[in-house]
């Protein structure tokens, strides 16, 4: 799966996408997805949290290891993807739409601008 290019990525495995009224939409990507395995938890953070960048905002668990998620921006928890309680293998089946894991208000979003695009991504990667 390519990364979508209208999405930013951190080092650190997450995506970001495009700003929709101040609000973005946090998941992890198809390589870290791959590289962990069968996902079996997702520890979603709740609703109202406030986080700065580069914290952990939950992890991910599969079959092989347990991974945190960063938040590569600072802002509050607005929504949760609530679905992947049920069905946590929906990262690994649709890493980059369906397996969202949170919605975050930004409060600073020139840090947007801190990020990679996909070919930047794409390269560390390999």
């Known amino acids: 799966m390519s990364n979508p290019a209208e999405y930013k990525y951190s080092a650190e495995h997450e995506w970001i996408s495009p700003a929709v009224d101040g609000v973005v939409t946090l998941g992890i990507t198809d390589y870290a997805q791959n590289s962990l395995g069968e996902i079996v938890y997702v520890d979603l953070p709740a609703v109202g949290d406030t986080f700065s960048k580069e914290d952990s905002i939950g992890a991910v668990e599969s079959t092989k290891a347990a991974s945190d998620v960063y ?54 990667c390999d």
Do not use: H, Q, R
């Open 71 to 124: 938040t590569p921006v600072s802002g509050e928890i607005v929504e949760v993807n609530e679905a992947l309680d049920a069905e946590p293998n929906t990262v690994n089946n649709d890493a980059f739409g369906a397996g969202w894991i949170c919605k975050i208000k930004l409060s600073d979003p020139a840090e947007l601008d801190e990020l990679m695009d996909a070919d930047a991504y794409a390269a560390i």
